[in-house]
């Protein structure tokens, strides 16, 4: 079992750059892959960027990649997504999961989801 709360996120002008973070809980974090989705008014669940369970893999979404760098710490259990020069398509609900699969882009093969938080890029 394991529980995701993201944290950080909020507002900023487009060009800027914010960080969010996710808290797991669980002894079994360091056993999957991590990943960050996330979801716009009207849109489905996109991905973002995931990291394999040793942390030596990364992925990303093309709209992000040279922009986002996503990180974990597994002996923290925690996950971190930073984003710079934001434009106002970032703007989105950011989701981190956990998924034992190992299709990591795709969102039903998540297991675990946490709340989401709020990321808004004004223009």
């Known amino acids: 079992q394991v529980q995701l709360v993201e944290s950080g996120g909020g507002l900023v002008q487009a060009g800027g750059s914010l960080s969010v973070s996710c808290a797991a809980s669980g002894r079994t974090f360091s056993m999957y892959a991590m990943g960050w989705f996330r979801q716009a008014p009207g849109k489905e669940r996109e991905f973002v960027a995931a990291?394999?369970?040793?942390?030596?893999?990364?992925y990303y979404a093309d709209s992000v990649k040279g922009r986002f760098t996503i990180s974990r710490d597994n002996a923290k259990n925690t996950l971190h997504l930073q984003m710079n020069s934001l434009k106002p398509e970032d703007s989105a609900v950011y989701y981190c999961g956990a998924t034992p699969s190992s299709s990591i882009s795709t969102p039903n093969e998540y297991r675990y989801w946490g709340q989401g938080t709020q990321v808004t890029v004004s223009s």
């Open positions: 990291i394999r369970w040793r942390g030596g893999d990364s």
